[in-house]
């Protein structure tokens, strides 16, 4: 499985920005993605995930309300919508495949086996 993030950049504080991650190989047909985030000299943090076969989403509180994870199975892509931006969403975001026919979410990041490269959020004051 391979998974390519894109689509992060600058932004000011109380401003939005949408990150995908496209995921391709042998993905399997029911699995589950997740965002995670690590912003600087702190420890990776879980931000999202999503069931790519049913409507199920997990948020980490302090996203909920401004954060909307979704998907596009025909993409096998995963996007993140970011509004009301922070400073301290200011982070590289990761985005990780259970691995196939796993479609529980979790927090934990020992459960994801695959793992795309970062992508930059950066959100100024």
């Known amino acids: 499985v391979q998974l390519q993030a894109s689509g992060g950049g600058l932004v000011q504080a109380g401003g939005s920005l949408g990150i995908a991650c496209a995921a391709s190989g042998r993905t399997g047909s029911s699995y589950a993605l997740g965002w995670f985030r690590r912003a600087p000299e702190k420890e990776r943090e879980f931000v999202a995930a999503i069931s790519m076969r049913t409507d199920a989403t997990l948020y980490t509180e302090s996203v909920k309300g401004r954060f909307t994870i979704t998907r596009d199975n025909n993409k096998n892509t995963m996007y993140l919508q970011m509004s009301s931006l922070k400073p301290e969403d200011t982070a590289i975001y990761f985005c990780?495949?259970?691995?196939?026919?796993?479609?529980?979410?979790?927090?934990?990041?020992?459960?994801?086996?695959?793992w795309g490269q970062g992508t930059q959020v950066t959100v100024s004051s």
């Open positions: 990780a495949h259970r691995g196939a026919s796993s479609t529980y979410l979790t927090r934990d990041p020992s459960l994801y086996r695959y």
